[in-house]
């Protein structure tokens, strides 16, 4: 007896739905034999026909107006990769309307529209899936929301942008300029359509969002986010870490504590010693407490056309093996069934505990070093590490660089305050975040 045909419309034959076609053609025994039907695209939409064309040989119809593909009564499953939250938004709450399942790596409109978008989806029964959305390739969402599912999850931490992970890595090791490998990193692909986005940490937070929520059972609440990117980091900086034994990652992180969510991305000093210091490149990596498994990372492909597309495929499978079960008996879209949300909300930054790495330009002259870490010393800041840069002869001037143990960020940018207003201290200090994940 032949099974009918999971029946997809494609929107945006971009770099992820261009993989997606790819793949799937490839590989549509393989994926029919594990989704018990084919999986079968049926209409792509996209602003360029010819690019369709080129793609498709014309195998399939071209749909010039994306919206017609979400009121298509012959399409089951709609996938929005078109990206950002204008006309995306519109596409996918309609086709939810329809009664359309919806696959989408659009993570931007996951983390600001995300909780509009599940309740409509819970109200007309259909499924949203979305493991592209965080870390590409790598099925996260997967493991969050159904392999960690025993655990009370503590921390998630993770490397959630190839494109600032790239950049880190390229300046690093071959010392090129930042211009210079975010260029590449457009040409391969792995940047956002405004790479201001990718840089500026703001599509990590995105992402981090959407773990947070998963790994808590909380709102999608983006805009607590504390967010800061990469596009203030010197290449000093980067140098002191390393021969401190640190690497500077981008990360976002999410702990859980009883009055709340941290929730934040920012560039972070970790010791060269943890792997996850060593995941180069456009590669990503998501690092898991969970109080049960303990600790547990993944590791992969964070961007780019098949990679994406390999979580794009594994939702399509997943929703065709789904399609006929009771919506009530489904994963649910956020781990925790609808009712069981939590209320925790994000704590501000200025209440998060952390170390801290400064760098001070300061008069090379004695008693520097004892004004700077009497001030540290009355606001109960503890140093874990001192560094002196040689003194430059001719102006006088060096560069001081100090680790502290784990403090509250209030108390952190209090102290800066007070070792900023010292005479003996040249400009503005700078201040980057350690974890040790202790
Ligand atoms: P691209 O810009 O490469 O592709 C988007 C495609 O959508 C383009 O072909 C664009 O056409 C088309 N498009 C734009 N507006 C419309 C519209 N109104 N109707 C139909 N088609 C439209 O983006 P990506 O493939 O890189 O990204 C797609 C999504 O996947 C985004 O949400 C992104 O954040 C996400 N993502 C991307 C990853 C990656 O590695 N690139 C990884 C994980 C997620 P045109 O070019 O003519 O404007
Ligand atoms: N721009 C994103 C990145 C694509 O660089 O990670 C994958 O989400």
New binding site residues.
Partial sequence: MSVKPLRVGL????????GTWTVLNRNADEIRRRAGRPIQITAV????QA?ARALTGGQVRFVP??MALARDPEIDVVI?????YG??KD?VLEAIRNGKHVV??????LATHGNEIFALAQQKGVMVAFE??VA?GIPIIKALREGLTANKIEWVAGIIN?TTNFILSEMRDKGLAFDVVLKEAQRL?????DPTFDIEGV?AAHKATIMAAIAFGIPMQFDAAHIEGISKLQAKDIAYAEQLGYRIKLLGITKRHANGVELRVHPTLISSKKLIANVEGAMNAVWVKGDAVGHTMYYGK????E??ASAVIADLVDVARMLTADPANRVPYLAFQPDQMAALSVVPIAQVQSCYYLRLRVKDQPGVLADITRVLADGQISIDMFFQREPDEDLHETDVVLITHLCLEQDMRAAIGRIEQLPTVLGQAVMLRMETFA
């Fill in positions: 929107a945006g034959i971009g770099t992820v739905g261009g939409a996209d602003l360029d690019k107006d994306a929005e990769l078109i990206g950002g006309f995306a596409f989408t790596a659009n993570k931007a409109l592209a959305a590409g190839g692909g792995y940047a956002e359509a599509d964070g961007a780019g056309a990679p994406t």
